[in-house]
């Protein structure tokens, strides 16, 4: 099965499959394990640019592999947030199963037209061989996803950056990618205030703002769902947030989930709490990053069972 057929079949049965990025072994260990125990279907394992560039892109490639055999299980390794046509396919020729092209901060024009370059870059190569067809196809990105993957003390949103049910079902329909990220409320990272600000309905006056903890605009979601009913939607960003607005996405139409700080702050606690524990300085290795992918692999079981509730 492609990572397209699990995530369809997922949605059928009001699922999703999660996605988790790792930029050590231990970790991408720790995430296969973790979503098997967890009983999830398949699995999504990212690298950003940054966490590629560390761990080298046909490493992970290796490594993947390595994992989806051992373990017997489905394991789609993701370019995440690659934001040029030349990274892409960087990552597709060193045989990553499928690229989300982020262009979210590109006008919608250029956004979508290297898009559909990736697109059609992907679908050259299988078509000169069908062995280079991506097991998982092209994720694209519309709306202006706010916040980084760490802990941040105040992020603004708006509602202006949300997704547009009619640019999505444009942006499908003429890049052909496979999967669209969207944006309706979420914030990649863990966010401590969120200020949202609401523009006026009529556009004449100041906009009004409220704080507050992140909250999905399940209502909105809706309505990009009824747009481009056929490909599956992807929430990005889902670390911080309750499982109970997880859970709703998810019954509302998302296919796939993302998270990544959450694994980052149980993997960096885990090391520190190892590494000085019975008040001695651990030296091996082994001994304190062992515990600190158990604690991913916590995380991971938490979220997959989240998943297929």
Do not use: W
Request: hydrophobic share 40%; proline share 3%.
């Amino acid at each position: 099965m492609s990572l397209n057929d699990y995530l369809k079949e997922a949605r059928s049965k009001g699922h999703a499959i999660g996605h988790f990025n790792f930029s050590t072994v231990d970790v991408l260990r720790a995430i296969v394990e973790g979503a098997k125990e967890g009983g999830a279907s398949a699995v999504m394992v990212g690298t950003s640019e940054g966490e590629a560039e560390f761990l080298g892109m046909k490493e992970a490639v290796l490594l993947v592999h390595a994992a989806r055999e051992e373990y017997d299980f489905p394991v789609f390794l993701n370019a995440d947030h690659y934001k040029s046509f030349e990274k892409c396919r960087e990552a597709i020729d060193a045989g990553y199963d499928t690229v989300l092209f982020d262009g979210s901060k590109l006008s919608y024009e250029e956004n979508l037209a290297t898009a559909k370059k990736v697109v059609d870059y992907a679908r050259s190569r299988a078509d000169v061989d069908p062995a280079l067809e991506l097991k998982g196809g092209v994720e694209g990105e519309i709306g202006y996803l706010k916040g980084s993957s760490e802990i941040q003390e105040k992020v603004e949103i708006s509602s202006a950056d949300y997704t547009q049910p009619e640019q999505a079902q444009s942006f499908v329909q003429q890049t052909g990618v496979d999967r669209l990220a969207i944006v309706f409320g979420n914030i990649h990272g863990i966010v401590k205030e969120v200020v949202f600000t609401a523009p006026t309905p009529d556009g004449v006056g100041a906009p009004t703002a409220t704080s507050g903890e992140e909250h999905l605009d399940i209502e909105h979601l809706k309505k990009i769902v009824s747009a481009v009913p056929d490909t599956p939607l992807v929430l990005h960003g889902a670390s911080g947030l309750k499982d109970e607005e997880v859970s709703a996405a998810i019954k509302a139409g998302i296919a796939n989930v993302h998270f990544n700080t959450e694994l980052r702050v149980a993997y960096t606690e885990g090391i520190e709490k190892a590494i000085h524990q019975d008040q001695k300085l651990e030296t091996t290795p082994y001994k304190y990053l062992g515990p600190a992918a158990e604690a991913v692999k916590k995380v991971v079981i938490e979220k997959v069972r989240l998943f297929i509730k």
